[in-house]
């Protein structure tokens, strides 16, 4: 039996940093991953479907390049050369992340599914590749994967999820995606503009419903517009095979036939393989780790980091969460967004060409707060009539700004359109100052760009 003084079970955005960064305080560690280093993150969600996304945007500008006075003749897609760029962009950042690890003095990484098999005193013990491993301090960071709902037929076809559709060596004829969440829109766009009939299952009556509506409406009209076709209010029955491919049978009636099918239904958490009950470590009923702020599990000694506590399934929450754990361990008193998990603001973008940027609350929860007697700002400027997406003519999308107005704080905003995804970390790096908004409005910016309105939609607040 070896003995380190962590363990980190799952190398996803937070375990190997946080390794380096315990080694280098003295700490013997042990890095442990069943699957491929990098995570969600690096092999089946950013790093792959950006490098894609790139590869469909390019496609979809050379179709539109009359526009801009720019003759190209017939655009055609090399499917298997675009799929080879993204796999490469994924192996090297994949080779780089295990170069580094392994180069990296008192981090020994381990290829294996751990396992807990109980407790030796003060220390967890682990078993890995038939060998026990113990540790004092044990570091989970498994990640999840995509949630496959339970059809009848579904084992009669081959379905995809998010991991393998980044497979394919060929574009499918018809793709038909269930869920109009944020991976199945991105992911619709994506293989449309490369080439693919695409149409889009949702249960909801519209898509990305966890946003204000009039952005959904906005969303989903770019899209109508690219040819992507959707079935609102609406789910599989089940599923047949047929001589194309399969047969969606919807609850509506529709006999849908594609070559291919997604699920892009959700997630669920790593934690299965884990024999967490071994050492009493309490999750939800889908799984996930239950943690405090700091992400102290129920069990002393065990903390969870990443999108198996269920605090946010992102990249950059999962690396969040490695930053404050640290700042803990370097006992740091921070007064900002490092103090725990319960201080920050959640921001994230949905990578769609235009993307949507967003941080803090909607203007749909703005509302119900002022229901309930708080005071709130609200400006909005719409991407039609800002001077640099009007150049590009990438004019689809708005920008909404929401202020508390006694604190003159902001709580949230929106950035559906042109470089969205980019300034939305204006909002949300300022909200991290807790400063008052009208020092943003004496800023200095630079033109021509979108950002630049800033100041000038704060002058538009008005009482919600």
């Known amino acids: 039996m070896r003995h380190f003084d962590a363990v980190l079970i799952g190398a996803g955005q937070a375990a190997p940093s946080l390794a380096v960064e315990l080694a280098a305080r003295g700490q013997r560690v042990a890095l442990i991953e069943g ?43 090399d499917f298997p050369a675009a799929m080879l760029r993204m796999r490469q962009r994924v192996e090297t ?62 084992d009669s076809v081959p379905y995809l999820d998010n991991a393998s559709l980044l497979a394919l060596t060929e574009c499918p004829a018809h793709l038909i995606i269930v869920g109009a969440s944020y991976i199945g829109l991105e992911l619709g766009q994506i293989f449309r503009r490369l080439g693919a009939e695409v149409s889009i299952i949702h249960r909801a009556g519209r898509i990305a419903e966890r946003e204000d509506e009039d952005i959904s409406e906005q969303i989903a009209e770019f899209m109508r517009a690219e040819g992507i076709k959707f079935y609102l209010n609406n789910s599989v029955s089940s599923l047949a095979p047929n001589a194309d491919g399969l047969t969606a049978q919807l609850a509506d009636g529709t006999a849908l036939s594609g070559s291919h099918i997604l699920f892009a239904t959700g997630r669920q958490p790593n934690s299965e393989r884990l024999n967490l009950a071994a050492i009493g470590v309490e999750t939800d009923k889908r799984g996930f780790v239950r943690t405090d702020a700091h992400f102290n599990s129920n069990v002393a000694g065990i903390k969870a980091l990443g999108d198996i506590n269920g605090r946010g399934a992102f990249t950059h929450t999962s690396f969040h969460d490695y930053q404050i754990v640290l700042a803990e361990i370097d006992g740091q008193q921070p ?27 909607t203007l749909t929860q703005a509302r119900e707060l002022v ?18 997406a009007k150049e590009e003519s990438e004019t689809y999308g ?31 790096n300022y909200m991290a100052t807790g400063a008052s908004y009208r020092l943003m409005m004496q800023a200095l910016p630079v033109h021509p760009t979108v950002a630049e309105f800033l100041p000038t939609v704060l002058g538009r607040l008005r009482k919600l």
């Open 35 to 77: 699957n491929l280093f990098g995570g969600t993150c690096v092999n089946f969600g950013c790093t792959p479907t950006k490098t894609l996304r790139k590869s469909a945007r390019v496609a979809h500008m050379a179709r539109r390049a009359a526009e801009f006075g720019v003759i190209t003749g017939p655009v055609s897609v």
């Open 93 to 154: 950042s994949r080779n780089g992340l295990v170069g580094w690890l392994e180069a990296t003095d008192n981090v020994e990484t381990i290829h294996g599914w751990a396992c807990f098999q109980g407790r030796d005193g003060d220390n967890f013990l682990l078993e890995v590749n038939g060998e026990t491993l113990s540790a004092a301090q044990v570091y989970l960071n498994t990640g999840t994967r995509a949630f496959i709902p339970d059809l009848p037929g579904i």
């Open 335 to 361: 007064d900002g967004q490092w103090h725990d998990a319960d201080k920050r603001v959640l921001s994230y973008a949905m990578f769609t060409d235009p993307p949507l940027g967003r941080v803090g609350i």
């Open 371 to 388: 229901a309930q007697g708080q005071q709130i700002l609200v400006a909005e400027i719409n991407m039609a009539d800002v001077s640099r």
């Open 398 to 428: 708005m920008i909404r700004l929401i202020v508390d107005a006694q604190s003159e704080r902001f709580l949230g905003a929106a950035f559906l359109g042109i470089g969205g995804d980019e300034i939305v970390s204006v909002i949300s």
